[in-house]
């Protein structure tokens, strides 16, 4: 049995099944009612419900570790959190076979198995029930991601994209795709639908001439400035792609784009472990490389933050080198 395949085979549940909770939230609660602007509650429903999810079926499989999650339960608890409860209770029990069904302390206790702080030692998962929050409620790109990260390496990753195309051909075809990959056993995709996996890898130009840019939609997660003045350095005139959430890493790792970068916007801004972990493995398994926008690698060992890191830039093996050249430019100018 190859390593890892116990983990691989639970993250792969567990990250479809939260998958299936958040398309569920978003039928019930964003695609049949009508949302004030900024009414964000249905896509808070759907975070708690896909950590519940997940937190459960990690601790049944291995209920020695522990989980770094983004979300905690304090905003469901108390007569405050009452109606917010009963939505996560019931739309996550909606997706569960009967013998999983879970009460509602058993949700809270679930969600908050996600307070571990991370470090270098032993081994811990980390969680983005969902990331790409105004993705999922603008009905776009967001994704739910895994990570298993052992003595401050990330050695698998599992995200699920409930709205990315299986077949980037077919932007109209089956939407929901699974992104999985363990360190040193390559990177694969599949479908929610059928547990066929297909090998993916980045696209294989040579030149930055011939790339795409895949960015972030929210100008104030990734500088569109600056990302606009490395691809006029690297010679680039294809317009970018732009999509929220992790599934960037997928879609450069399966070769629809070939660049992402997290310019920073602000100087205090620090990211978090699992807005990147699973990404980064992906796209490295995927014949890429990922690094901050210094060149250093990402370290996953220091905590709950990736505080050693500012931004990120991963690109196409070929190209990389050229690409982070160009954004150390573009960044020291603005010094
Ligand atoms: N100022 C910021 N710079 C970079 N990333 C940010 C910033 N503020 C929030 N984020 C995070 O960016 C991610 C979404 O990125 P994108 O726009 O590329 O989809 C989310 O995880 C979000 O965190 P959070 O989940 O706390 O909102
Ligand atoms: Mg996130
Ligand atoms: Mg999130
Ligand atoms: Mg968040």
């Known amino acids: ?188 995709q599949r479908s929610f639908s059928t547990p066929t996996e297909t090998k993916i890898h980045f696209s294989d130009i040579a030149t930055t001439e011939e790339a795409t840019f895949c960015e972030s939609v929210e100008a104030g997660h990734s500088s569109h400035g600056d990302a606009a003045e490395i691809a006029k350095l690297l010679g680039i005139s294809r317009p970018s792609v732009r999509m929220d959430s992790q599934a960037k890493y997928c879609s450069i790792s399966r070769g629809d784009g070939d660049i992402y970068l997290r310019l920073p916007t602000s100087k205090t801004y620090v990211e978090k472990i699992w807005d990147h972990a699973s990404g980064s493995l992906l796209v490295t398994e995927a014949g890429g490389k990922v690094t901050d926008v210094n060149g250093k690698p990402l370290d996953f060992s220091i905590g709950r933050t990736l505080e050693a890191n500012k931004g990120v830039v991963a690109a196409n093996t070929k190209i990389f080198d050229r690409v982070l050249e160009s954004v150390q430019k573009v960044l020291s100018s603005k010094l």
């Not at 116990?6 to 949302?35: D, G, K, M």
Request: charged fraction near 25%.
């Open 1 to 188: 049995m190859s390593a890892l395949a116990t983990e691989r085979s639970v993250a792969i549940q567990a990250v479809l099944q939260a998958s299936r909770v958040c398309q569920s939230v978003f039928q019930h609660l964003v695609a049949n009612e009508t949302l004030t602007k900024n009414d964000k509650s249905p896509v808070t429903v759907a975070d708690f419900s896909a950590q519940a999810i997940i937190n459960t079926y990690l601790h049944k499989a291995f209920p020695n570790d522990p989980i770094v999650g983004e979300e905690d339960s304090k905003d469901l608890r108390g007569d405050a959190g009452k109606i917010l409860r009963e939505k996560v209770h019931s739309l996550t029990n909606g997706v569960l076979d009967e013998s999983e069904k879970l009460s509602e302390d058993q949700i809270l206790e679930a969600i908050d198995r996600g307070n571990y702080a991370g470090g270098a030692k032993g081994r811990h998962w980390a969680l983005d029930p969902i990331d790409g929050t105004k993705g999922f409620l603008r009905g776009g790109q967001y994704a739910v991601c895994l990570a298993l990260i052992v003595d401050g390496q990330v050695q698998l990753g599992v995200m699920g994209t409930p709205n990315l195309p299986v077949d980037p051909a077919k932007p109209d075809g089956e939407k929901g795709t699974l992104f999985i990959t363990v360190r040193g056993q390559g990177a694969f």
